[in-house]
Structure formats: structure tokens, C-alpha cells
């Protein structure tokens, strides 16, 4: 059982350049969700979803698109990159049930120069 | 809306003194809370929750949390410190869409340090 997988586990991109953090999960979780993890600020919700086809903002959703086109994916794309977009990118699913804890992927260091 | 609070950015602890990690609450209606660990340079690990029931709920590595309604506290506490207990810690609420399990909402962390 893999839990949830993330790709890669580090990147460094310039400034304007696009990209795809890719997220699996092979537990059949409904929820998946994106979080940042920045120095001081914990962890902040970007995108999510309930299941296949329908995706909602978070509390950072700016520079940041998602699709979910299949239940065990949820990849977060970077349409033009930013420093500001320098963070630690965290994917998490989780039975949708308000009692369910999540799984966390291992994470994604982003560097954006 | 929901939130946590974590008041202390950093708790120091001597080996095998108990430690306690403070976390407050502010919901609407009952809160489904959480505890998770976040060793450096990994994801973060679930280590208790609180649905209902007993006050005192026992996690893994000898962890346990406190419930308080009255005071809106999930305190996170451990008898005997560990050096390898040292890492940051998140206190999370669940919120809800559609009225089932959605959002976590985190605190913003504690960083726990136990000497030797």
C-alpha cells in the first residue's frame, strides 16, 4: 500500500516557467487537497477535492490551477512561476467523513528563482 | 468560521520530564480535532484525533491530548519526554462540506525541542 505519492521531491524552476506536482493515491479517499507549508505560517490550504470532476479553492488558490479527472490523481499545476510560489507543497487524501484523518505525501520543495 | 491556535511558537523540554503543546479551538457546533508531527525534511504524521467520547484520548508514541469544552483546549501531553520526540507539531480542525469531512485547518506549529 503506497499511500499517497508525490513527484518529484524537489525542483528548481525560473521565474515565468510552468510545471506539474503530480499527487496519487491508492487508498479510493474522495477528499484530496494541496497545502503549502511556508516557515512561521504552518500550513495552508491551496486546492481541493471531493471527488472526481470537482475541485475547490483554498485559502491560496492565486497561481495555482488543479483538475481531477480521475479518483486517485490530483495534480497542482504553475502556470508561470513566482519566488512567492517558493514553498514546501504538500498532497493529502482522505475518506470523506468528518472524523477521517488524512494521509500526507512526503512533500515537494519548490524553488523559484 | 473555524481556527486553531497554537500559542507558542517553540517549547523546550529536558529528557523525560513531561511536556505539554498547547492548542485552542474556535468552531460551530462539535470539533473533530487533530494532532499531527512533522519530522524535519518529511510529511507529517497523524499521531491522535479527538471525535467524541473520553476526554482523554491516547495516540502513538506514548502521546495523549486533553479535550476541554469549557476552556476550547486540545492540549497535547506526554508523560516522559524523548530527545526523539523533538520535532514541529500541528493542532488541526476538520471542517465540513456538504456536511461530511472537508478542510483541515492547521495551527500554525510548535516547535518541540527536548534536550538531553
Known amino acids: 500500500n503506497a499511500g499517497v505519492t508525490q513527484t518529484p521531491k524537489f525542483q528548481v524552476l525560473k521565474t515565468g516557467q510552468s510545471m506539474t506536482l503530480q499527487c496519487a493515491q491508492d487508498?479510493?479517499?474522495?477528499?484530496m487537497s494541496w497545502y503549502r507549508q511556508d516557515p512561521g505560517m504552518g500550513l495552508r490550504l491551496i486546492h481541493y477535492s471531493v471527488g472526481a470532476g470537482i475541485t475547490d479553492q483554498g485559502e491560496v488558490p492565486n497561481g495555482y490551477n488543479v483538475s481531477r479527472s480521475t479518483t486517485e490523481d490530483f495534480p497542482l499545476r504553475l502556470l508561470s512561476a513566482a519566488p512567492s510560489q517558493t514553498s514546501v507543497y504538500f498532497c493529502a487524501s482522505s475518506y470523506l467523513i468528518r472524523g477521517g484523518g488524512y494521509t500526507f505525501g512526503s512533500g515537494t520543495r519548490l524553488t523559484v528563482v | 468560521a473555524q481556527s486553531v491556535a497554537q500559542p507558542e511558537d517553540q517549547v523546550n523540554v529536558a529528557e523525560g520530564n513531561p511536556l505539554t503543546v498547547k492548542c485552542t479551538y474556535s468552531?460551530?457546533?462539535?470539533?473533530?480535532l487533530f494532532w499531527y508531527v512533522q519530522y524535519p525534511n518529511r510529511g507529517l504524521q497523524f499521531l491522535l484525533k479527538?471525535?467524541?467520547?473520553?476526554?482523554l484520548v491516547k495516540g502513538s508514541y506514548g502521546f495523549e491530548a486533553e479535550f476541554n469544552k469549557s476552556q476550547t483546549s486540545f492540549h497535547l501531553k506526554k508523560p516522559s519526554a524523548l530527545v526523539s520526540d523533538s520535532a514541529l507539531y500541528f493542532c488541526?480542525?476538520?471542517?465540513?462540506?456538504?456536511?461530511?469531512?472537508?478542510?483541515?485547518?492547521f495551527g500554525q506549529g510548535t516547535e518541540l525541542s527536548v534536550k538531553p
Open positions: 468552531v460551530s457546533g462539535n470539533p473533530y
Open positions: 488541526a480542525v476538520r471542517d465540513l462540506i456538504y456536511n461530511q469531512g472537508g478542510k483541515l485547518i
Open positions: 487508498m479510493n479517499h474522495e477528499y
Open positions: 479527538y471525535i467524541t467520547g473520553d476526554n
